[in-house]
């Protein structure tokens, strides 16, 4: 029955996924579209994760999935967290222009 | 079966809202964008026989994070225009971002086309029985996914504890109340550094 399951379709979609996430990442100057790219990206290896655990029969997928999703919504809460404490400081948020950090 | 068209569907679904989401004007599009694009993403998980993930999906990323997008983007488009209006960097960076996705995209298709992964052998590898979606203790159910989560993977289950834990806290030390300073013109005072020392670091 697993024998039939081939996840290259599954393989290919989440690559191009994955693409459009870091596209949106490099073009965006947006921080919160940046985020939600970001977001695009974890759920692409989701997609991979679950698509294998599935050619393979195996719920190791599924939990390391699982922990992808409670890892995402870590980052959004702490990416957002620091663009409302930017904005707090700067009233303005634009990502080219936020460099106090820069090495 | 036809499993060929609903996957051809649901992929069509999801590069069309990623691409909206990436797209659109405004951040709350994007944020429908992303609704759209996890919804589909849920159904693509109950066709791989996940359904305890697609629940997760629905409830975590459409419940929860698009919700706190959602909250942001009203916190801070109340009154001011805190994004930036300019134009996105795409046309200076055209060309290496899509030299940069179309070579990864060749190598992808290099490697699925050239590869040969040999999976091990289904009884050493599977862990559960696979079975009609909705069935108890199916491969993907819920009785399947939480006896593997608090058996044999409750390490990466701990982690997950750990992780969310320390995301709290810094969420609270990121945005909770700051200590006062002595004065509210002291306060003002630093807060005008810290945004000069902020908008400063651009023009280096």
């Known amino acids: ?103 | 079966m036809s499993g060929g068209f609903t996957f051809a569907v649901l992929a069509v679904l999801l590069v069309a809202s990623a691409v909206f989401t990436i797209s659109a004007r405004k951040p709350v599009y994007s944020v429908v964008g992303l609704l759209a694009h996890f919804a589909a993403l849920a159904a693509t998980y109950l066709t791989l026989n996940a359904e305890f993930l697609a629940a997760m999906q629905l409830i975590v990323y459409s419940g929860a994070i698009l919700i706190l997008f959602v909250f942001v983007i009203a916190l801070l488009s109340s009154g001011v225009a805190p994004f930036s209006v300019g134009p996105n960097r795409l046309p200076r960076i055209a060309l290496p971002a899509a030299t940069v996705v179309l070579v990864a995209l060749g190598f992808l298709v290099y490697g699925l086309t050239h590869a040969t992964i040999v999976p091990p052998a289904p009884s050493v590898v599977a862990t559960s029985v696979l079975g009609p979606v909705g069935d108890a203790d199916v491969f993907g159910s819920v009785g399947d996914f939480g006896k593997a989560l608090f058996t044999v993977q409750v390490l990466p289950f701990e982690v997950t504890a750990l992780i969310l834990m320390v995301a709290v806290i810094a969420v609270v030390l990121l945005t909770g109340e700051r200590a006062s300073h002595e004065s509210p013109r002291r306060a003002a005072e630093v807060r005008r550094a810290a945004r000069e020392a902020i908008l400063r670091g651009g023009e280096r």
Do not use: C
């Open chain 1, 1 to 103: 029955m697993s024998d039939a399951f081939s996840a290259t379709n599954y393989v290919t979609l989440s690559a191009v996924i994955f693409s459009i996430g870091v596209l949106g990442v490099l073009v965006r100057r947006n921080p919160l579209v940046m985020l939600m790219s970001i977001e695009l990206m974890f759920n692409a290896a989701n997609l991979l994760l679950v698509a294998f655990a599935r050619q393979w029969v195996n719920n190791v997928g599924h939990i390391f999935a699982f922990l992808v999703i409670t890892v995402a919504a870590a980052e959004a809460a702490i990416g957002l967290a620091i663009v409302v404490a930017v904005f707090r400081t700067a009233q303005y948020v634009d990502v080219d222009d936020v460099a106090a950090m820069k090495g």
